[in-house]
């Protein structure tokens, strides 16, 4: 079992920044980021692999980067630049032996 927990959101105003952390109960080889706004689906914002790749969803690319420490077990989203439509419920995700594992959430707030 893994267990993961974020932390590092909250309210900020557009063109903030914010830096959300996750720590994992373990090393993972996949790490990411996802968030879901009020009345949409869940959507994949970062994630990083053990090799260091890492990829975005186009609305945060030049804005936020993802980055892991030497352990693999704690991953940060640095968001910067941040708008009002950043707004959402956002979530770690880990991937390890063909099994998915999600924190709990953290809420970042944007306003105008």
């Known amino acids: 079992q893994v267990q993961l927990v974020e932390s590092g959101g909250g309210l900020v105003q557009a063109g903030g920044s914010l830096r959300l952390t996750c720590a994992a109960s373990?090393?993972?080889?996949?790490m990411g980021w996802y968030r879901q706004a009020p009345g949409k689906t869940r959507e994949l914002v970062a994630r990083i692999i053990s090799g260091g790749d890492k990829n975005y969803v186009d609305s945060v690319k030049g804005r936020f980067t993802i980055s892991r420490d030497i352990a693999g077990s704690t991953v940060y989203l640095q968001m910067n630049s941040l708008k009002p439509e950043d707004t959402a419920v956002y979530y770690c995700?880990?991937?390890?032996?063909?099994?998915?594992?999600w924190g709990q959430g953290t809420q970042v707030t944007v306003s105008s």
């Open positions: 373990r090393s993972i080889d996949s």
């Open positions: 995700n880990g991937f390890l032996g063909g099994r998915s594992y």
